[in-house]
C-alpha cells in the first residue's frame, strides 16, 4: 500500500494503532477517519492485487494461444523446409545434368572442328596436287612437246620428260603410252612420224584429262565439306550455345531454390526457438508470484477485518494491536526487503 500512497502511510501509521484498538463506541472523529482512509488503502491495494493476477493470467493465455499458433505453423513451416529441399536436390540433380549436356557438347564440337579440319586438309591437299599438274601441263608439257630446248640442253630435257612421265601414272595412262611417251618426246617435232604424233596427242590429252579430274576432285571436296563438315561445326556450335543458356537457367534455378530452402528453414528455427519456453516460464512464474502475493495480501485484510470487529464484552484488545503492527508492516515494508509477506512489492 506503501507504493499507491506513501503519504498518507507515513501519516497513518503513527495514528493507526489507537485507532485500532478504540472501542467503536469511544471511537473519535478523527479515529474513523483514519481507519475509513485505511480501509480505501486496502481496497486500493486489494484491487491492484488482484488486477495483477488477472494480468498475469492473461499473459499465460496468451503465451499458451501464442505457443499453439507457433506448433501449428511449425508443422506447415517444416512441410515446407521439406519441400523446398526437395526443390533444392532437383535443382541440383537439373544443374549437373545440364553441366555434363555441356561437356558434351563441348566435346562434340571438338570432334566436328578436327573432322572440319582432316576435311579441310584433304581438299587443300587435292589444290595443291592440281597446281603441281597445271604446272607440269603449262610449263614442261609444253617445252618437250614443241622442241624449245637446244640439243644442248638435253639434260634439262630428260627432266622434264621424267616429270611428265611421273604425271601420266599419277594419271592411270595406258602403260603402252607411258613407254612411248620418253621416246617420242626426245625427238624434235619436225622428225616425229605419224606415231610419234599420235603418242603426243594421246599424252597431253591424258595430262589434260587428268589436271581437269584433280580440279573437280578438290571441287567436290570442298563442296563436301560446306555440306557435311562445316554444317555440323555449326550444329555442334549451336547445340553448346543451348547446353550453355540451359546450364545458366539451372544455375539461376538452382540459386532460387537454394535460397528459398535457406529461408524456409530459419522459419522452422525460428518456430523451434527455446525463447518460447523460457517466456512460458517467466510468465507461469509472474502468475505464481502475483496469487501469492494476493494471497498474503487477503490474510492481512482477514487479520485487519477481525480487529476491527466488535470485542467480547470485557477484552481487551489485543488482536487490534496485533493486526495493527501487521497491517503497518504490510503497508510499507522495510527498505530493501524482498519478502512473499509484502505485497505491495510484488504486485502493483
Same mark, same amino acid.
Given at each position: ?309 466488535? *470485542?467480547? #464484552? !470485557? /477484552? =481487551? $484488545?489485543?488482536? &487490534?494491536? @496485533? %493486526? +495493527? ?7 510499507? *515494508?522495510? #527498505? !530493501? /526487503? =524482498? $519478502?512473499?509477506? &509484502?505485497? @505491495? %512489492? +510484488?504486485?502493483?
Amino acid at each position: 500500500m506503501a507504493q499507491h500512497a506513501p503519504a498518507d502511510i507515513d501519516t497513518l501509521r503513527p495514528a493507526l494503532p489507537q485507532a485500532l484498538g478504540a472501542k467503536a463506541e469511544e471511537q473519535h472523529s478523527f479515529q474513523q477517519m483514519v481507519l475509513d482512509t485505511f480501509k480505501k488503502l486496502i481496497a486500493d491495494a486489494g484491487g491492484s492485487r488482484a488486477a495483477a493476477v488477472q494480468t498475469a493470467e492473461a499473459a499465460v493465455i496468451e503465451h499458451q494461444a501464442l505457443e499453439a499458433d507457433a506448433a501449428a505453423k511449425l508443422e506447415a513451416a517444416q512441410q515446407e523446409e521439406s519441400a523446398m529441399k526437395q526443390c533444392e536436390v532437383d535443382a541440383t540433380g537439373a544443374l549437373a545434368a545440364a553441366e555434363e549436356g555441356l561437356r558434351s557438347a563441348d566435346g562434340a564440337l571438338g570432334v566436328a572442328k578436327e573432322a572440319l579440319a582432316s576435311a579441310e586438309g584433304a581438299a587443300r591437299a587435292k589444290g595443291e596436287a592440281a597446281r603441281a599438274a597445271e604446272g607440269v601441263v603449262g610449263d614442261e608439257w609444253i617445252v618437250i612437246k614443241d622442241g624449245a630446248l637446244a640439243g644442248k640442253d638435253w639434260r634439262a630435257r630428260d627432266k622434264h620428260i621424267k616429270k611428265v612421265v611421273a604425271l601420266l601414272g599419277e594419271a592411270t595412262a595406258p602403260a603402252s603410252l607411258c613407254a612411248a611417251a620418253p621416246a617420242t618426246l626426245k625427238e624434235r617435232p619436225e622428225n616425229r612420224g605419224p606415231f610419234a604424233k599420235a603418242t603426243v596427242d594421246h599424252t597431253e590429252q591424258a595430262l589434260h584429262n587428268h589436271v581437269a579430274a584433280l580440279l573437280a576432285e578438290r571441287d567436290a571436296a570442298l563442296a563436301a565439306i560446306k555440306l557435311t563438315e562445316a554444317q555440323a561445326v555449326a550444329a555442334a556450335h549451336s547445340a553448346v550455345e543451348e547446353a550453355s543458356s540451359r546450364v545458366s537457367v539451372a544455375q539461376d534455378a538452382s540459386i532460387s531454390a537454394q535460397n528459398a530452402w535457406v529461408d524456409a528453414n530459419a522459419r522452422v528455427s525460428g518456430l523451434m526457438s527455446e525463447k518460447l519456453a523460457e517466456r512460458r516460464e517467466e510468465v507461469a512464474a509472474q502468475l505464481e508470484e502475483a496469487r501469492a502475493a494476493e494471497k498474503n495480501f487477503q490474510a492481512v485484510l482477514a487479520t485487519f477485518e477481525a480487529s476491527t470487529a466488535p *470485542p467480547a #464484552a !470485557g /477484552a =481487551d $484488545s489485543p488482536v &487490534a494491536l @496485533e %493486526t +495493527t503492527s501487521a497491517a503497518t508492516a504490510t503497508a510499507q *515494508p522495510a #527498505a !530493501g /526487503a =524482498d $519478502s512473499p509477506g &509484502a505485497p @505491495e %512489492t +510484488t504486485g502493483a
